[in-house]
């Protein structure tokens, strides 16, 4: 623990975690939500939260391996996310697609919409299809949950559906990518819907499988979060109305490492009270052959008849002569089939082989 932090009116405190801070004194907001009093902000380690000041404040901080702060003069947050906030708020219960590179902000910028939204008196839909660097379920998966209060990142949202991909890039997946959005998208009602993307922008198959993407949605606005012009081809080619916005100043770059560190704690969570139980063989489905070759620590799937996912699981064996699938998973109610994935993780949430992620 370390001693208060004084903050003077006009400051932004950026805090990288894993670490807390409580507001004793002052005023402040994150990312358009106000702070009360009293009530500890967490920031998870490869996340960074922007606090900024409106009156002279004081925090009470904790601090654990791998968190930093610092202090910057002014709001982090860049004037063209208010202008391209306001815009979307004029519209009548828009559905709204956020695209960028990696490390441009763009759940920092979907945490804001909601926040703003919100403050204008309505819910919003949040849908993350950003299967690498998943906030609101596990890596593999695409989700879907209502932002209903304020927020401090996505991940204090709870996913109402979620959908397995089973990868964690979308390289060789983009149809079912886009299939899971639309899946959850049609749920996500009454709008608006915010829809946060991976960060996969670079290369001419990325640009055609976004514009893919933003056509097959017809989202009512498209957000663009660009450095030097990196997405304006998939801009140029989509029919919808889109707006160009920059990444805040102050964004920290999460290295390779850690990474792999957030998924990894994110498989742990999801495997919260996992054990190994036996399913019959006939509910495993669209398993790759060239996956089989290696069955031990295949992510798997657990889908309800729907096809929505009720958890992740690991595929321990497929015992041919008995014809059971042993899968170490949590129990889960009114499962229907279980569909495996091209990630290897063993039991304590370790990436056995390290996935191409964007």
Known sequence: MLPALK????????????ASAILVEGRATV????????????????????????????????????ASHVEVNGNTVPFSWREAADAILKLDGPKTI???DIDTGKSTFCTYLANLTIASGMD?????????????????????????????NLSSIK???????GYTSPSSVTEKVIFGIRKLASHAYPPPLVINTDGWVADDQAASYKVKMINELAPDIVVGIEREHEVDAILDSSNVMSIRIQP???????????????????????????????????MVKTVSAIHLEKRENLIAGLLDSDGFLLGIGILKEIDGKRRVAKIYSPQVAELASLEIGAVRISE???????PEIY
């Open 248 to 282: 805040p100043d102050f964004v920290k770059p999460r290295s390779k490492e850690q990474r792999k560190r957030l998924r990894e704690n994110s498989y742990r969570r999801f495997l919260a009270d996992a054990k190994t139980i036996a399913l019959p063989v006939n």
């Open 7 to 18: 903050i003077n009116s006009g400051k932004t405190l950026l805090i990288s975690g894993p």
């Open 348 to 354: 304590s949430g370790k990436e056995v082989v390290e």
């Open 98 to 100: 956020v695209i960028g």
């Open 124 to 152: 919003i839909w949040v849908l993350d299809a950003d299967i690498g660097q998943s906030d609101l379920g596990p890596p593999t998966t695409i989700s879907l949950g209502l932002a209903n209060d304020y927020l401090t």
């Open 159 to 165: 996913a109402d559906r979620m959908f397995f991909v």
């Open 31 to 66: 990312l358009g939500a106000p702070v009360e009093s009293g009530r500890r902000i967490v920031v998870a380690e490869g996340k960074q939260v922007p606090i900024f000041t409106s009156e002279d404040s004081v925090f009470d901080c904790s601090f654990g391996e791998y």
